[in-house]
């Protein structure tokens, strides 16, 4: 029997990302969801699946650091750095919450850490907000690297484009 790999999923909503995960191979011990309806969904659908409602500012992740997460992962909000919304980054409460992303990777300290969010993340700011983020996972002791990948090219029907954010522990 092989060891199933530990996953903390952030900003989870219906669990798009949590089931590729899962097929992957990954064991959920942690997703958190804001929306109760989106909660509702992932208990309804994954009723083994231990979903955090609620606000990920009140979650204290260390407590999972003994479960020797490998690896956390989250499509943090988009909409403050997304073409089509007001691009305010940082200023907009939402635009905050990639450090939340980066307090649980500091208290759980996973082998890789994935974020996910818009093409528009890149330009933002002129690339400020984005090297905000890079530098902020290098000083938690990550490799960071990111890429922009078209879902047209992963077997997808849909155009969308995503940034992925990967860090891999230095260690």
């Given at each position: 029997?092989?060891?199933?790999?530990k996953?903390?999923?952030?900003?989870?909503?219906?669990?798009?990302?949590?089931?590729?995960?899962?097929e992957?191979?990954f064991?959920?011990?942690?997703?958190?969801?804001?929306?109760?309806?989106?909660?509702?969904?992932?208990?309804?659908n994954?009723p083994?699946?231990?979903?955090l409602e609620g606000?990920?500012?009140?979650?204290?992740?260390?407590?999972?650091?003994k479960?020797?997460?490998?690896?956390?992962?989250g499509?943090?909000?988009?909409?403050?750095?997304?073409?089509?919304?007001?691009r305010?980054?940082?200023?907009?409460?939402?635009?905050?919450?990639?450090?939340?992303?980066?307090?649980?990777?500091?208290e759980?300290?996973?082998?890789?850490?994935v974020?996910?969010?818009?093409?528009?993340?890149?330009?933002?700011d002129?690339?400020?907000?984005?090297?905000?983020?890079?530098?902020?996972?290098?000083?938690?002791?990550?490799n960071?690297?990111?890429?922009?990948?078209?879902?047209?090219?992963?077997?997808?029907?849909?155009?969308?484009?995503r940034?992925?954010?990967?860090?891999?522990?230095?260690?």
């Amino acid at each position: 029997m092989t060891k199933k790999l530990k996953s903390i999923e952030l900003f989870a909503g219906a669990g798009g990302m949590a089931l590729g995960f899962e097929e992957a191979g990954f064991e959920h011990i942690a997703l958190n969801e804001f929306n109760p309806n989106a909660c509702k969904t992932l208990r309804t659908n994954r009723p083994e699946w231990n979903v955090l409602e609620g606000d990920i500012a009140q979650v204290k992740w260390s407590k999972f650091a003994k479960e020797k997460v490998d690896i956390v992962c989250g499509g943090f909000p988009c909409q403050p750095f997304s073409h089509s919304g007001k691009r305010l980054g940082l200023e907009d409460t939402r635009g905050t919450l990639f450090f939340e992303f980066a307090r649980c990777v500091k208290e759980t300290m996973p082998k890789i850490a994935v974020g996910e969010n818009v093409k528009g993340l890149l330009k933002h700011d002129n690339g400020r907000t984005l090297q905000t983020m890079v530098n902020t996972l290098t000083e938690l002791g990550y490799n960071v690297r990111y890429k922009v990948l078209r879902a047209q090219y992963l077997e997808e029907k849909k155009k969308r484009e995503r940034l992925i954010i990967i860090g891999i522990r230095k260690d």
